[in-house]
């Protein structure tokens, strides 16, 4: 099946020339002047028969690439355009028909609509105007969220009931740690819908010019009617001067000034001064007494922030993961505290006390391990009572009882926002696709860069854990691993590795790792490769190897120890960080970086419209330190502005729990919908009972395995050594990983697709059957490739019988067989319930496919993803068709020879007539690194029993025993057919006779 997919996209056109050099360097932001049709400020961009560029703003056009759409400079489809006596303009393509009257400013309802030749499913898809835009269709299919991270069960991938793309109605805002952020910012709708359209908004994207990111400067600062922020949340910018700069509109208006509430949790023995304590439920606070007001910005002369700081575990072992917070204005001197947020402004202490204010001071008690920040004479009576010691004087604010103009919020009844966004411009880019959802991928994917192919050994097994390791446990986990089968591919170094107890890090912990370089030696010798945690957002501090070097680059002093902020957006920051900081990192061995940023939106307050996730994964991808390497990220989901041009995506630390797997099906699948295809969730178990968790441990195993990236996690609290699990379980999860690896072939084919169309490897079911209402309610099944169907089991078994009931939808068009017991098929176009014991999972196989599979043993050796093939299986299903083909795509799987045209195909095609079944095989393709010779085989699964099997016109003799190359093996009803050594490029023909 894969061969006549490959072959159809090169007939029809979809699949692009590869770009000559790096992976994101091609690209041209510029339409062929053919395409373009301008009607005074309207300009309107023809670049596929389905894809229109909408654009509407104060002159000049913009030309530039943003970090959305990098390429306009497509090939011109047939269009005609016309206008007629009245000025109204119409631009008709083969899919679409445009009509614009010119009429006002701007594009609305009344002068602008698009006419769908091939309309969607519902009755509004046939005709779109800016009245219904993708936020107000009902049709979407959707896209997908920043992270998982500390959620549990179902979520909504409706970004519309998310304020400021992704905070929840009734949040404090982006940042609601210590307890974690908001995950789902930002969150984006699908470029798919029911409706046969989608919109993407372009309009204030920052740009990319001389080789950095800058703000888009489009439009006007003419008041609009809802003021956007330019920063979400609480990071929105406080001063005139750093919002215009970031590209962004300023009037500023007092906001009212948030009263600061004292909280105590005994049960963790801390203190917190907080708003609302909004993120402290089950964690023991009490309101102790309001403190006072702090302002809301940083417009009153002689003000300065007020900042939230947090260490997980202050006392290591003696306190554990209680936690403490600081509210201060300047960091706590112990090591390991990380900044959450500013709490809201107060008066500088340096200046004079300002009349009506309580003074707020910083108090530790060492004992306990908890700072108190007090406001006024009665905290601070509390706080010496208590043992606390006074450690300074922070500044001034008002107390509760203040009735000031200022703390009672005169002239901001709503706090008006002051740094919002600019309105009036419109750059929108309006996808026509009708029915045919995976154009539209393709569309997208010709304007905002192709889904490049992740390196191999990473769509094999990962495996990572956090606490309790040293460097004699990590050699354990991977020697414990091999002894027991499990494949290994790429060791992810969690936190452990750098200096404790802070939350970032540059720095190898050398009393935990005291020879790392030789740690990786000995992995990359075995063939695996690593990676290496990094949270960033603490910037690098002045206990750092490498501190006194990136201080200078950044204008610091080195003797004073001011620590280097985050500031991804500044260039000098990223290129120093690149250069000074990870680039010796990355000469000593470790070869990608786990990007586990979760601190909020903080470190771009230099460009509006970006996120840090976004700013990061786009430059780690596009500056990997290694080498004439591909680039690889492990991070978590920045926008629609480019993340499908950086995998791998990281899920984070979600609820693992039986509603949390059910949900991360659909989750996974329906990121495709964005090109966001290779989502990569931490297959963890939970903490507790380990006899509890076995079950559900094993079926998150069992996703992971059919899901396009697999990573094992765990921490101390969660004892993920699959070496250990009880059996049956053991067994089970090592089957499911083998199978993972047994089908890299295949799967790595899928990823090739990926980059020729944007149709990621794990597609929903809608996408190959779009008319079908039973493919928009089967959520939690999903195709992978074209021809397997995987469900699945998200319930546990039950008690008595030990099994758990499953229910599938088996399309039309096809027989279906099971993939545990392929003697077991299905009629199509049904749906079936089924039962499945603790080492089965509902997988099933189109009739006549052609699967391409690694031999048991290759695939469980470690390292084996990164290997070439030096064996493959052709597994042929049975059908009726008597035909099929597959197709196996060959890389180095490492560097970016594959943008160059370096890579080969093997294709394997059968017939069959009168009694006789044809296969050939044959490799064509300029790729080097193939084997010098290659052991083939084919696998004719429920085919008679042969008279005669002959490979290349000699006999091959069937043989007792199986996997004997130049021999032929009956199993049951399957032949095995054993092709001796050959060389790949030579054709090989295989006939098998029966009576």
Not at 90 to 114: C, E, H, M, P, R
Not at 230 to 240: E, L, R, S, V
Request: proline share 8%.
């Amino acid at each position: 099946m894969l061969a006549t997919v490959i072959l159809v996209l090169f007939l029809i056109g979809l699949v692009p020339d590869a770009p000559a050099t790096g992976a994101q360097s091609y690209g041209n932001p510029v339409a062929d002047p053919a395409a373009v049709v301008t009607a005074g400020n309207a300009r309107f961009t023809v670049l596929t028969d389905r894809l229109i560029r909408l654009e509407y703003r104060t002159l000049p056009f913009e030309d530039r690439q943003t970090m959305v759409v990098w390429n306009r400079r497509l090939p011109v489809p047939p269009f005609a355009n016309s206008t007629d006596s009245d000025g109204v303009l119409q631009i008709k393509t083969a899919s679409l028909v445009l009509t614009y009257t010119g009429v006002g400013d701007g594009f609305t309802a009344d002068n602008l609509k698009i006419q769908l030749l091939t309309p969607g499913l519902w009755s509004n898809g046939s005709v779109w105007t800016p009245a219904i835009n993708s936020s107000g269709d009902p049709g979407n299919l959707f896209g997908t969220f920043h992270t998982l991270d500390t959620l549990s069960g179902p979520q909504d991938l409706n970004c519309t009931n998310y304020v400021d793309g992704g905070v929840p109605p009734g949040s404090t805002g982006l940042g609601d740690a210590p307890f974690g952020p908001v995950p789902f910012y930002p969150c984006v709708l699908g470029l798919v819908s029911r409706s046969g359209w989608a919109v993407v908004d372009d309009s204030r994207t920052p740009v990319l010019a001389d080789g950095w990111i800058q703000p888009q400067l489009a439009g006007t600062c003419a008041a609009p009617s809802v003021r956007v922020p330019c920063f979400p949340g609480m990071y929105n910018m406080a001063d005139q001067g750093s919002c215009e700069n970031a590209g962004c509109c300023w009037d500023y208006v007092p906001p009212p000034p948030t009263l600061l509430n004292l909280y105590y949790s005994s049960e963790r023995e801390d203190h917190f001064t907080d708003a609302t304590c909004s993120g402290c439920a089950g964690n023991g606070y009490t309101l102790v007494r309001p403190q006072g007001y702090a302002f809301a910005d940083q417009h009153t002369n002689g003000t300065i922030p007020l900042n939230l700081y947090w260490n997980p575990a202050p006392g290591g072992a003696l306190k554990g993961s209680t936690g403490d917070n600081v509210v201060s204005t300047f960091p706590p001197s112990q090591p390991g505290y990380s900044f959450v947020r500013v709490q809201g402004y107060i008066y500088d202490v340096s200046l004079p006390q300002p009349p009506d204010t309580v003074t707020v001071k910083l108090w530790y008690k060492a004992s306990a391990l908890d700072h108190y920040t007090t406001a006024g004479p009665a905290d601070e009576q509390d706080a010496a009572a208590a043992g606390f010691v006074p450690v300074a004087t922070l500044g001034y604010m008002p107390p509760p009882y203040a009735t000031t103009e200022r703390s009672a919020g005169v002239g901001a009844s709503n706090g008006s926002v002051s740094c919002f966004q600019r309105a009036g411009n419109a750059d929108w880019y309006f996808l026509g696709h009708g029915l045919d959802y995976a154009q539209a991928l393709y569309g997208f994917s010709r304007i905002a860069g192709y889904v490049p192919i992740p390196r191999r050994h990473f769509l094999g097994v990962s495996w990572s854990r956090w606490g309790s390791l040293d460097q004699n446990v990590t050699y354990g986990q991977v020697l414990g691993l091999e002894n027991a089968s499990f494949p290994l591919d790429t060791y992810i170094f969690d936190m452990n590795w750098h200096l404790k107890p802070a939350w970032d890090g540059y720095t190898w912990d050398t009393t935990l790792y005291w020879d790392h370089v030789g740690l990786i030696q000995w992995m990359h010798e075995r063939g695996l490769y690593t990676g290496a945690n990094l949270h960033d957002a603490d910037g690098v501090q002045d206990f750092e190897l490498r501190y006194p070097q990136m201080a200078v680059a950044n204008g610091i002093d080195p003797s004073t120890g001011e620590n280097v902020a985050f500031r991804i957006t500044n260039k000098t920051y990223a290129d120093s960080l690149h250069s000074v900081v990870l680039a010796p990192l990355a000469a000593e061995g470790l070869d990608f970086w786990w990007t586990d940023f979760q601190q909020g939106i903080v470190g771009v307050q230099d460009v509006t419209g970006v996120t840090p996730t976004m700013v990061l994964n786009h430059y780690r991808f596009t500056n990997y330190s290694g080498s004439e390497r591909r680039g690889l990220i492990h991070s978590r989901f920045g926008g629609l502005g480019g993340s499908h041009r950086y995998p791998t995506g990281f899920g984070g630390d979600v609820g693992e729990d039986w509603p949390s797997l059910a949900f991360m099906v659909p989750f996974t699948a329906t990121a495709t919908n964005v090109l966001f295809g290779y989502w990569g969730h931490e297959m963890m178990r939970n903490g507790g009972n380990p006899t509890d968790n076995t079950e559900l441990f094993l079926r998150f195993i069992q996703f992971g395995a059919w899901s396009p990236v697999y990573t094992n996690w765990g921490n101390s609290g969660s004892d993920d050594n699959l070496w250990l699990m009880p059996q049956p379980y053991q067994a089970a999860a090592q089957r499911a990983l083998a199978d993972r690896n047994q089908l890299l072939p295949y799967r790595y084919s899928l990823a090739k697709i990926a980059f020729d169309t944007g149709l990621g490897p794990v597609r929903p079911m809608y996408y190959a059957y779009p008319t079908l209402d039973d493919a928009y309610s089967a959520p939690g099944q999903y195709m992978l490739g074209p021809d397997i169907i995987v469900c699945p089991v998200v319930t546990p078994v039950d008690a008595n019988t030990g099994l758990a009931t499953v229910s599938v939808w088996l399309p039309p068009g096809s027989n279906w067989y099971s993939w545990s017991n392929t003697t077991i098929g299905y009629q199509g176009d049904q749906w079936i319930s089924s039962q499945y014991s603790i080492d089965d999972v509902p997988v099933f196989v189109r009739a006549n496919a052609v699967l391409t599979k690694l031999p048991y043993a290759d695939a469980i050796r470690h390292g084996s993803a990164s290997r070439p093939y030096a064996s493959l299986e052709f597994v042929v299903f049975p059908g009726p068709a008597n035909a099929g083909n597959a197709t196996v795509y060959e890389d180095d799987g490492l560097s970016e020879d594959y943008l160059r045209g370096v890579y080969a195909y093997t294709t394997m095609v059968h017939n069959s007539a009168d009694k006789c079944t044809t296969f050939i095989i044959q490799t064509a393709g300029n790729y080097t690194g193939l084997p010098t010779s290659r052991f083939n085989s084919i696998f004719a699964l429920s085919s008679p029993t042969p008279a005669t099997v002959t490979a290349n016109g000699k006999p091959l003799p069937e043989s007792a025993t199986d996997a004997v190359p130049g021999t032929w093996f009956r199993a049951n009803d399957d032949t095995r057919v054993y092709l001796p050594a050959a060389k790949p490029l030579v054709k090989q023909t295989v006939v098998i006779c029966s009576n």
